[in-house]
T-cell receptor, first 111, second 117 residues
Framework: KNEVEQSPQNLTAQEGEFITINCSYS?????LHWLQQHPGGGIVSLFM???GKKKHGRLIATINIQEKHSSLHITASHPRDSAVYIC?????????????FGEGTQLTVNP | KAGVTQTPRYLIKTRGQQVTLSCSPI?????VSWYQQTPGQGLQFLFE???????NKGNFPGRFSGRQFSNSRSEMNVSTLELGDSALYLC????????????????FGPGTRLTVL
């Protein structure tokens, strides 16, 4: 079993829909990251969170430490949101940038 | 500020050769991490350097090595290349203001796509 699991693996939505991507992890963490990867490879960090909720534009990330679960929500989805969304964690044992990644969720938003 | 840069962007090598990839972090960032991305294994952590010292290391063979210079630029080296080393190699830099402790946002470079023939 992977330490970080995401669902769904693939998601197709119509423009304007509300989207949720889930991430569950099995290790103690110091932080959880949501990343976005577009075709061609570039990765952008969307959120880093260790508790509660963060919002940036149409994106919202939440984390429940007790349940070891995080969600990424996209409101009013748009075709430009089409990308792979990756959940990653910093294990709680050590400091530093070592990330353990989920398999990613391929999101396609159709116009 | 300029983002994280990686050179070269594309590289083709043959089995048995060695390769050196370079990463220039965002100015002022002290931590550089390297990751390998393949279709089969996804993203995997290779190693992290902080203030010229390797601070974390992933589960990769000794053929994979790296270093960080005093200006925070980093290189990774893969010796005796194998077909399975074909991958996108990404580096990411972090500021780590708090003396290097805890976690920090990572800023990724565009990657180097390595093909081993």
């Amino acid at each position: 079993k992977n330490e970080v699991e995401q669902s769904p693996q693939n998601l197709t939505a119509q423009e304007g829909e509300f989207i949720t991507i889930n991430c569950s992890y099995s290790v103690g963490i110091s932080a959880l990251h949501w990343l976005q990867q577009h075709p061609g490879g570039g990765i952008v960090s969307l959120f880093m969170l260790s508790s509660g909720k963060k919002k940036h534009g149409r994106l919202i990330a939440t984390i429940n430490i007790q349940e070891k679960h995080s969600s990424l929500h996209i409101t009013a989805s748009h075709p430009r949101d089409s990308a792979v969304y990756i959940c990653a964690v910093n294990s709680g044992e050590t400091s530093g940038s070592r990330l353990t990644f989920g398999e990613g969720t391929q999101l396609t938003v159709n116009p | 500020k300029a983002g994280v840069t990686q050179t070269p962007r594309y590289l083709i090598k043959t089995r048995g050769q060695q390769v050196t990839l370079s990463c220039s972090p965002i100015s002022g960032h002290r931590s550089v991490s390297w990751y390998q991305q393949t279709p089969g294994q996804g993203l995997q952590f290779l190693f992290e350097y902080f203030s010229e010292t390797q601070r974390n290391k992933g589960n990769f063979p000794g053929r994979f090595s790296g270093r960080q210079f005093s200006n925070s630029r980093s290189e990774m080296n893969v010796s005796t290349l194998e077909l399975g080393d074909s991958a996108l190699y990404l580096c990411a830099s972090s500021l780590f203001l708090a003396g290097g402790y805890g976690s920090d946002t990572q800023y990724f470079g565009p990657g180097t796509r390595l093909t081993v023939l």
